[in-house]
């Protein structure tokens, strides 16, 4: 294995009932005004907000509301949210939703702190981080991208026509309260694109060197199994808690950094679809999902033995009397083949 150091500071709160059990102990370290950050409003449906805003209200926080997040959060977005936590003295940021949210809350966090065009030094740039980010801390109602266990934003230029993201550890949400039963009520075709995109984040970590035997594969190979038997579970009987308390664990462990120690990483489907989206504005998972299948047809010859053993490990592909070419299309033709499960189940 390549060298390493590991570090990660969000603190979890995995399962049942987290908000009414953990949030106003988990916020009470961090001053008076909570700015309560969402997206476009499906925590008002399913009762989330009312949860979540009774434990704030519990902690003895004043709540400012920021509101209409969209999915492929805008760096316009951003200076918005700036601006409201500048003009209201806001102590935290809570964001409740999926990696739209916390991604936004994560870059307001950099921006209200500082006078810089953070978009400029830090996303455009590597700036160092040489100010204190707002704290914040997030309530998950979608998985797949994983961002509350890491540092990343995504943000989106629309100006600049760039969608691009960072990693800055300074932006780990504090903690993250991770309750499945938060995500029964995303609908399936989300649930589906979430699922690709945990798929994908261990997939990009796994091809990519180096490839001998490795510890952070072998788990890797564990994750993607699990996906791929939870994910169709969790369209067909949205209520499942194992299915979706699986996912939910799953789309963190792929992006809490212990499958990447040692690994290269370069992301490169995610380098791909980051850009369609600032184009088309496109589902980040529904995206990954159409441009897996055709990269890794198109690079699978110059790793053949690690496509191999992708087909035999992750899909369960015995391959008697297959070749190694027609292996490694099979483990990846098993990936339409998933899409294909999910649309009839849909
Ligand atoms: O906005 P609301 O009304 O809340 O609806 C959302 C949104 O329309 C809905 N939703 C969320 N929770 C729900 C729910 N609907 C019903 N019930 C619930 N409990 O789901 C829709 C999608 O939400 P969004 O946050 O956009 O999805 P996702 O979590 O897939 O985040 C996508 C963004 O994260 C970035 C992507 O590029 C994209 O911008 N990524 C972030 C990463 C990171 N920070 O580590 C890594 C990823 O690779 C990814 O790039
Ligand atoms: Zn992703």
Request: charged fraction near 20%; hydrophobic fraction near 40%; glycine fraction near 10%.
């Amino acid at each position: 294995m390549n060298s390493f150091v590991y570090e990660n500071a969000t603190k979890i709160y995995f399962g049942r009932g987290g908000v009414r059990e953990h949030l106003a102990e988990a916020v009470q370290a961090f001053g008076k005004t909570v700015m309560l950050a969402y997206g476009g409003g499906s925590i008002k449906k399913n009762g989330i907000y009312g949860e979540v805003t009774e434990a704030l209200k519990a902690a003895g926080k004043e709540i400012v509301e920021f509101s209409g997040i969209m999915p492929n959060p805008t760096y316009r977005k951003v200076l918005e949210g700036k601006k409201m936590v500048q003009e209201n003295g806001v102590d935290f940021i809570l964001g409740v939703g999926g990696g739209s949210v916390m991604d936004c809350c994560k870059a307001i966090s950099m921006a209200a702190a500082t006078d810089k065009d953070v978009w400029k030094e830090y996303w455009i740039e590597r700036g160092n981080v040489d100010f204190e980010p707002v704290p914040v801390g997030v309530v998950v109602t979608v998985v797949g991208t994983g961002s509350e266990v890491n540092g990343e934003g995504v943000i989106t230029n629309e100006e600049e026509k760039i969608k691009t993201s960072r990693n800055y550890p300074r932006c780990n949400p504090r903690f993250a309260i991770l309750d499945p039963e938060y995500t029964y009520s995303v609908p399936p075709l989300q649930t589906a694109a979430g699922g690709f995109d945990m798929l994908s984040h261990v997939m990009e970590t796994y091809f990519s060197a180096p490839d001998g035997d490795n510890l952070s594969d072998a788990i890797s190979e564990a994750i993607m199994r699990s996906i791929i038997d939870n994910l169709p579970l969790a369209i067909e009987e949205p209520e499942n808690y194992e299915a979706r308390s699986n996912l939910m664990w799953a789309s963190s462990m792929a992006e809490i950094g212990i499958i990447k120690l040692g690994k290269r990483c370069d992301f490169e489907a995610h380098m791909i679809e980051h850009q369609m989206g600032a184009y088309t504005d496109c589902n980040h998972g529904m995206g990954l999902a159409v441009i897996h299948p055709a990269y890794y047809r198109r690079i699978c010859k110059d790793g053949l033995a690690k496509f191999v053993k992708f087909a035999k490990n992750v899909w369960g592909i015995p391959g008697e009397g297959m070749s190694d070419i027609q292996l490694a299309y099979a483990g990846i033709g098993f990936f339409p083949k998933l899409v294909d499960l999910i649309i009839i189940l849909i």
